[in-house]
């Protein structure tokens, strides 16, 4: 990744209008970073269509191909929509529909098979955190979820407690993690995300190994996100 990459991630937010016209205020042509917009999966024609120096990725796909799975939405009908990515194994899935380690890993091969880029989250609770576990979860995660160590994916670090809290962990602590990930697994990109805003954007830019953010809140406002991307 040359340019540093921001995934903006607008969970179920905002209506198609509010979307609009939040990126018709987004400086699309001063763009200092790469910008990818997760919408909501039925915006996303829409939007590709109005947006059309803007890449965009869905939130999630499905494990399966195309068949009888009603509700979910395979990697192939998200890439012939113009989705060049996709979010995989955001905590808040892991949590509400319980997908694990396998399932994220499932659904990785499925996003690669159609050609979108994945962008898996991996990330530890509280509780790891604070029996001093991060690392070894961090690892167990990637393995499990069958992370080549030499491939180049896109893993965004979000700590499960970070994510809308306000609380981040140090730039110190971000960079360490990378560091020992990258020790492991060299050609992994590095996001980190949860709590990232105008305020402290500029810092885990700093960090040397780190590829990009994944925002949430931040996502949602115009103003926000043209002083990350500047
Ligand atoms: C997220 O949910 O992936 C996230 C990073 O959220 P926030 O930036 O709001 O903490």
């Known amino acids: 990744m040359t340019q540093k990459l921001v995934v903006a991630n607008w969970k179920m937010n905002i209506l198609l209008h509010e979307a609009v016209a939040l990126l018709e205020s987004v400086n699309i042509g001063s763009l200092h970073k790469s910008l990818v917009i997760c919408p909501s999966f039925i915006y996303i024609p ?19 191909d195309l068949g009888a799975y009603t509700g979910e939405v395979a990697a192939a009908m998200l890439y012939e929509i113009g989705c060049k990515y996709v979010i995989i194994g955001h905590s808040e899935r ?24 994945p962008v898996i989250c991996i990330g530890e609770s509280l509780e790891v955190r604070n029996q001093g576990s991060t690392l070894e979860h961090l690892f167990k995660q990637l393995e499990e979820i069958g992370i080549s160590r030499n491939k180049k994916f896109v893993i965004a670090y979000e700590p499960i407690w970070a994510i809308g809290s306000g609380v981040t962990p140090s730039v110190d602590e971000v960079k360490a993690i990378f560091n020992k990930i990258k020790g492991a697994y060299p050609y992994l990109q590095l996001l980190y995300g949860g709590s990232v805003g105008p305020e402290n954007a500029d810092e885990f830019f700093g960090i ?13 406002s115009a103003q926000k996100l043209n002083q990350i991307l500047s």
């Open 208 to 220: 040397d190994v780190l590829d990009g953010l994944l925002v949430g809140g931040a996502g949602l």
């Open 46 to 64: 829409t939007l590709v269509d109005a947006f059309k120096k803007l890449d965009f990725g869905a939130q999630d796909c499905s494990a399966n």
């Open 94 to 117: 892991r949590i509400s529909c319980g997908e694990d380690n396998q399932t994220v890993g499932r659904k990785l091969v499925k996003a690669l098979e159609s050609k979108i880029t």
